[in-house]
């Protein structure tokens, strides 16, 4: 059976390879519908869908009319079609709305088989989430709980209260024995107030009745919107006759029921079965059973996990038992990936969890849910479940099928998130069961790849039947296979199914090839050629015959004696070919006979090739006996530095101590990745070939002939040989090379050392910077007069990974106390993506004179908050910290400085796996550095220029004053007008006056 699948597009649709064209796929009629989700056409729009008509060979946007609230709704991130309707089903999730905190929303459209599109689904968005959570606590006050068990459950509430605080939660406590007692009804209270609270709560010492029935009672204070969690905790059976009833209320008011089993007392069946009938559904989220209340810290922080669930988002329809099971994919559950697969009938006793066989941080499993219904009887046979992340030493991504125990995994040595995408469109190989289809769209440094699996019976062939790499199928194509069309359709009419593929800013037609069954028989007359001896050439008969799953003309050629240059065998002299043609009906055997003759001259023809050897010099007795010695090392390398080194050197050593050594001959098998460059002897006469492995697993081969034809004794030979490291490759963690050592001697002593292995360490050279981001904070001042403000500050921590993948945690130390005050305005300052680890004490208790001294404020002075930060990063790829907040300027005070500039001094610090990766540095240091993040705090004495304000205006004053006597007493303000009258009346002859 061959390859099914044409590489060779039929067809090809193609867009701006910088946006998401080709994302999701779907062959519908005589077109395909392609999305684009990344692609920004307005400032509020993003995304479209194209119709491209496969007779046409052009792509036309569909008229989608968005609602005005849809803002950037990534229209085409998902794409899903009912075979039956040929209508699709278009949706954009990424609809952003603003609660308390950012929300994301979805919209989707109905397109019918005419492309005819709905108004959006639903019509508007939905109303903000609610974030509220009501909280009541039912604890077991009964005589069977000892006063100290009793105390610790008290500690266990106050925990469970402090960690729900602050997420906008009510809280209300009732203790239950042979009466319930509410102690607290839903109100608002701090921590504090709570704790003081619950310590005050008395036991009762009574019989154990959950007395579920004062629930309406217990929750009248709870807020309509606000979720409900009951939390009951209990240490016996209940004695109380109506618990079903009572469940059922709880039920009735969408009250979710947590059941706390602790001590002994639940060790039989009836108690188990009273703990499942008072929790939620599924009872293995809501029902913990303990031995003691010390296990009660571990359950507060699973319930908070519960209570604050991951939604997962790829989901699928499967039919069975002559139901419909909803299969949810949640990738990011509790960082390793679940899938739910639950029946559609709003029951939840009707659910199942699969986790992954081998759970692995980051695998993604989930990410993808394929059914399959392998007979095409409209029932599930298959679920195929894909983890696109999972890592192994040789390959990423894998698909796990249920119900049955495959794994199917791409070809070794690709990191390719195999599992991206999945499919089970059609039949494709014509023996009447479906197909998979799996992309690989990161393999071949992100050409892609797609592989095609075989359905069977009941279930899935686990080695691939056929591999299409992205660069056979059209150069220069990225992310092939990121997208497969569900459902397969003929759209080439020649009767056999197309699968449509899609790759970045492209989508890809190709075609199934027929599928065409050979049989070929070939028999002769006589079956064996006679031995005796005859003068004439002998007569055979060979008969042909073909069965097809065709009725064909078949062209066939057939060669005799066809390995050997001087044949034996022949239809005519000189003439050994013959060409023919044969009708072939459906599946019935058709043969052809033809004589030819077989030539006699090789019955009595010996052929003898002489050989003229060296004489063999070993002594008296002619028996040559060698003492071979053989050792070889690293060149003082002691591991395989992937990514750094270029190349390794192993240096070899043989010594014959004995008598001469004829034809000695050196083999060294070498790991699958090393390449062989070079030998270079140092001592002897050496002659080296070598074959490289071609797949893992397997070993190379360098074979070195040694002084030939003779290693005379007592003679030595020394050389190296050099490997080239291919830096693409993956090895393991030790890589073996194993040395032998032989000669044409018949006999070797017995001191000899024919036989090394010898093992090295593989790292992989990484480079991952640290880096002070230039949008940090870089200067904030206050004054001396004001120590109880606060400025706002950020300290970015960038991290940049120029080589492989790598897994890497990142250790951030945050001055947080110096002295008896807090640097931060808020206490418990937090690193998205980190988590607190511990408070670091400072190694210097006088920290005054130091920061006097030095004016910097780091760990060695100040108690630092830890955080830890556990990523991956890809190639190229980098990742942002950021530490924000408000720094306060209390704890400047302690210093004793009112004019100073401080460095307040973050630090970071990387963290691998040393024993897997080495740190390049361009100065041969082989650890990676770490860095500080640093912001200048300056505090400054407000200078009061109040006295000397007011000595300046009253020195003006004065100045004014004399300045106005001095003017006076010069008569400046004597009127001009009166000094002309005085001076007329002095002088009357001068002339008339008016009056």
């Known amino acids: 059976m061959a390859f099914n699948i044409d590489p060779v597009t039929w067809k090809n649709f193609t867009s701006n390879e910088n ?13 395909l519908l392609v999305s684009d989700p990344l692609i920004q056409h307005s400032h509020t729009q993003r995304g479209k869908i194209y119709d491209c008509s496969v007779t046409r060979g052009n792509c036309v946007p569909l008229a989608i009319t968005v609602p005005d609230e849809a803002v950037n709704m990534s229209l085409g991130l998902s794409m899903s079609l009912d075979p039956q309707s040929s209508s699709a089903v278009v949706c954009g999730p990424t609809i952003p709305k603003n609660c308390d905190v950012t929300t994301y929303n979805g919209m989707c459209f109905k397109i019918s088989s005419k492309n005819v599109v709905s108004k959006s689904v639903p019509s508007t968005l939905r109303e903000c989430p609610t974030s509220q959570i009501d909280i009541a606590f039912l604890m077991d006050g009964s005589g069977s709980v000892h006063n100290v068990d009793f105390n610790k459950m008290k500690v266990f509430v106050i925990e469970m209260i402090k960690s729900f605080i602050d997420h906008d939660t009510q809280f209300a406590i009732a203790q239950f024995s042979t009466n319930c007692e509410i102690h607290h009804k839903f109100q608002v209270k701090n921590a504090k107030e709570w704790e003081d609270a619950v310590t005050r709560i008395r036991q009762q010492r009574g019989w154990t009745n959950t007395t579920m029935n004062n629930i309406n009672i217990l929750y009248r204070g709870a807020r309509p919107s606000a979720s409900k969690i009951l939390v009951v905790i209990t240490d016996g059976k209940s004695t109380e006759q109506f618990l079903n009833e009572a469940v059922q209320q709880a039920q009735e008011k969408n009250i979710t029921q947590y059941a706390i089993g602790v001590g002994n007392a639940f060790n039989n069946v009836k108690a188990a079965k009273e703990l499942a009938i008072i929790a939620s559904l599924p009872t293995n989220k809501h029902v913990f059973k303990v031995t003691d209340f010390d296990a009660l810290e571990s359950i507060r922080e699973q319930l908070k996990e519960n209570i604050i669930a991951i939604e997962g988002y790829s989901l699928a329809i499967a039919t069975a038992f002559g139901k419909k099971y909803a299969v949810m994919g949640a990738p990011r559950h509790k960082h390793t990936g679940q899938v739910t697969v639950s029946r559609i009938d709003n029951n939840p006793r009707n659910l199942k ?20 219904d392998l007979n095409r009887d409209s029932r599930t ?3 195929l479940v894909s983890a696109p992340t999972y890592i192994e030493p040789d390959r990423e991504g894998k698909v796990f099928v249920y119900t049955f125990n495959h794994r199917l995994v791409g070809i070794t040595g690709q990191r390719g998130r195999f599992g991206s995408s999945l499919a089970s469109p059609a039949d494709l190989n014509g023996d009447g069961y479906m197909d998979v289809l799996i992309g690989a769209p990161l393999e071949e440094d992100g050409q892609g790849s797609i592989y095609i699996f075989n359905g069977g019976a009941y279930q899935i062939n686990p080695t691939y039947s056929q591999r299409i790499a992205g660069s056979s ?5 990225r992310f092939f296979g990121i997208s497969l069309s569900q459902s397969s359709l003929d759209q080439s009419k020649d009767s056999l199914p197309d699968i449509a593929v899609g790759a970045m800013g492209a989508v890809l037609l190709l075609r199934s090839r027929p599928i065409i069954h050979l049989e070929t028989k070939v028999t002769y007359n006589p079956s064996k050629i006679p031995t005796g001896e005859t003068e004439r050439s002998l007569k055979n008969t060979m008969k042909v015959c073909f069965t097809m799953s065709l009725t064909a003309n078949i062209n066939y050629t057939i060669i005799l004696d066809a390995k050997r240059q001087k044949y034996r065998a022949y239809f005519s002299p000189k ?47 002619d028996i040559c006996v060698d003492d071979l010695r053989m050792d070889f090392n690293f060149s003082g390398s002691t591991n395989i530095e992937v990514g750094i080194m270029q190349e390794i050197n192993v240096t070899v050593f043989v010594e014959n101590r ?30 080296c070939v070598s074959l490289d492995s071609e797949q893992k697993g397997s070993f190379g081969e360098t074979t070195c002939h040694i002084s030939k034809p003779i290693l005379k004794g007592n003679s030595q030979a020394v050389f190296h040989i050099t490997y080239s490291i291919s830096k ?11 040395a032998r050592i032989n000669s044409g001697n018949d006999q070797h002593s017995q001191t000899s050392e024919l036989f090394r292995e010898k093992s090295i360490g593989v790292k992989y050279g990484i480079y991952i910077a640290l880096i002070r981001h230039e949008d940090s904070t870089l200067h904030i001042n206050f004054t001396a007069q004001k120590f109880d403000s606060d400025k706002p500050v950020k300290q970015i921590l960038k991290v940049e990974n120029d080589f492989r993948e790598l897994s890497f945690k990142v250790f951030i130390r945050v001055p947080v106390m110096l002295g008896d005050k807090s640097i931060w305005a808020n206490k418990n300052i937090q690193i998205p993506g980190c988590v607190k680890q511990r408070d670091e004490r400072p190694v210097v208790t006088d920290f005054v004179e130091v920061i006097r001294k030095e004016r910097v404020v780091n760990c060695s002075v100040a108690v630092c908050a830890e955080f830890s930060c556990d990523d991956t990063l890809s190639k190229n790829e980098r990742k942002f910290y950021n530490i924000t907040g408000n720094v306060s300027s209390g704890w400047i005070e302690q210093t004793g400085l009112r004019a100073a500039v401080f460095q307040l001094v973050s630090s970071a610090s990387l963290d691998y796996d040393k024993s897997k990766y080495v740190f390049f540095s361009s100065d041969s240091q082989q650890t990676a550095w770490s860095v500080k993040i640093d912001t200048q705090v300056e505090v400054y004495e407000e200078v009061n220029l109040t006295k000397e304000i007011a000595g300046g205006v009253i020195g003006g004053l004065l100045l004014l004053a004399l300045i106005t006597v001095a003017l006076y007493k010069a008569g400046f303000f004597k009127s001009h007008y ?6 007329a009346e002095q002088s009357p002859e001068d002339g008339p006056t008016t009056k």
């Not at 692995?360 to 990410?367: K, L, P, R, T, V």
């Not at 199928?473 to 194509?477: A, D, H, P, Q």
């Not at 050989?611 to 070993?618: A, G, K, S, T």
Request: with cysteine; aromatic share 12%.
């Open 19 to 31: 946006t998401g064209f080709g994302y999701k796929v779907i062959q519908k009629g005589e077109s």
């Open 658 to 687: 004995g008598e001469n050594s004829y034809n000695t001959l050196f083999t060294l098998s070498y790991p699958f990745g090393l390449s062989y460059r070079r030998i270079i002897s140092k001592q002897g006469r050496v002659e």
């Open 473 to 477: 199928v059209r150069t220069g194509l």
């Open 978 to 983: 009166k000094e002309l009258l005085e001076n």
């Open 728 to 738: 693409e490759n993956t090895f393991d963690q030790n890589v073996k090379f194993t």
């Open 575 to 621: 003439n050994r070919f013959v060409n023919d043609v044969m009708n072939i009906s459906l599946n019935k055997p058709t043969c052809k006979s033809h004589p030819f003759l077989i030539d006699n001259v090789f019955f009595h023809l010996n052929i003898f090739i002489p050989q003229l050897d060296f004489e063999i010099n070993c002594g008296s007795d």
């Open 353 to 372: 969890e699969l986790d992954p066989p081998k759970p692995q941080i980051g695998s993604y499993f989930g990410a993808e849910v394929c059914v399959v």
């Open 381 to 383: 046979v298959l679920l």
